[in-house]
């Protein structure tokens, strides 16, 4: 009898520290999106060199290629982080279907952000835009970086500029590298310093000087 | 006893499920961050080798801005035809070295909240000295130390100057025209508030010195661009962005940047061999 209490009480400790052992790690669905099109350099990589990082801090990672902006904003209300690799315009991603995942609804084929309820986005700790000029705001699109964050994602970032998608894979390597220990700061930092010296100036100057960011940058994603 | 026994086992067997479920991801860390030894996919441009064997040297003394560096070897980046070996100092900071020289280093800096706001106010009035621009004196004076012997500054155009405000840098971009082409061969300096230089990049120094541009022919160029677009995107409008000389597989090429509209913005690279 007594051998069994002390059994339990052995087992109940371990559990217990393991979880504790746990708790600091992130948990949750980190979504990753792109677009692989015939003939073009892969989008692919924005996921599968993410993937090992995300996992390492704690996520389960998901690669999703080219849904809808319907099934995209969906998943994202329940996503812990969230990363999208495809065409762009200022304040859009164009998607599946010829829809939109948009700031603010610019046309009928948007499904905007701004729409959605305060809270929506309150388990994402960051929201990745790369696509052309998305990060541009205009009064039809909207700020989807700033409408992200506004319904609860803690940080969102995008460019302003057209992207080149070999450039976009590297850099987000590069960010998820960093922020597996460090801050979101302390990622675009990272990033912007070695998509230069493995890619080249140009990447380096496109990646540094042409972004939109929102939210808390001082915050940590793992 | 035979009771008592099964027990045990139950327990063990329990114990070692919790340890298992409970650190499944941390064992996942450990994998990716220990194991890796060349990290990446078949035809990536970037690999990193993080296990480093004792078959490289794998410290190395070096003196930076009059201060003595210890510096121990952290990685090695093979990354478009150039080869890092990454090395760190006791501050985590990262410096570059290819072919045994330093191209690059980047500090470790403090990039919490409470000193990017203290930094921002204290400097929001404040004059570094009495120069008119005294960042700029300090990139050009770093600039030139970086400079290996027979290169000159005046080489080089300062491209641009920004200034990151998350990170609270600013940035100094030189490049070296070879005719009417920029080229990868670069100079950056990032320098923060305190006029403290917080990195530096040199990249292919003198690597395009001797290309006779005037052998290039433009218009067979402008028939690859306009070919490969047709191929790739059909009748999609497009401009060319930027024309910049650099190297791809070794090779010295000229990179096409263009950007077309097709299904949204969009944009596409080529390299053009000289």
Redesign the interface.
Known sequence: MK??KI??A??LC??FF??L??AD?ASGRFDIHYYEEP??TSRK?TY??AM??L????YSVYGYDYLDAIQTIEKMKTAAGFVIHM???PG?Q?MKNNTLLCGKKGDATCRDINFLPRGSFQKMKIAIYY???TGITTSSYGDICYETVNKGATAAVAWKV?????EVN?WN?LFFEKT?ND?I??G???A??WV???????A??RM??N?T?RGN??AKIN | MYKYKRNILIAVLLVFSAFTISNTFTANAETINKKGVVRGEKNDNVKVEKDISDKYIKQKNIVLDNSFISLKLDQKVFANSKNYDVYVDNNKSEYLFENEMLVGYVKNVDLSEEKIKMSKEQFKNKKLSNSTNPYQDIANATALNLLPNGYSLSDYELKSVKFVDSYNEFVYNYVKHIGRYESNDSITIGIDLNGNVTSTLILDIGKYDNIDVSSIDEEDLNKFIKSNMARLHGNAEYEVENMVITTYDSKSVINIYIRYSENGTAGETFSYYI
């Open positions: 051998n069994k059994i339990m052995l087992i371990l559990t393991g979880f052992n746990k790690a003939g073009y990589p599968t060199k090992g990082y996992s390492s801090m704690g065409h762009g315009g859009r164009y696509g052309c000029e057209v992207t080149k998608i070999d590297e390597r597996t801050t700061v302390e675009y930092r990272h912007d310093y230069r010296a493995n890619i080249g100036n140009t380096g100057d540094q000087n972004r960011e940058i001082y």
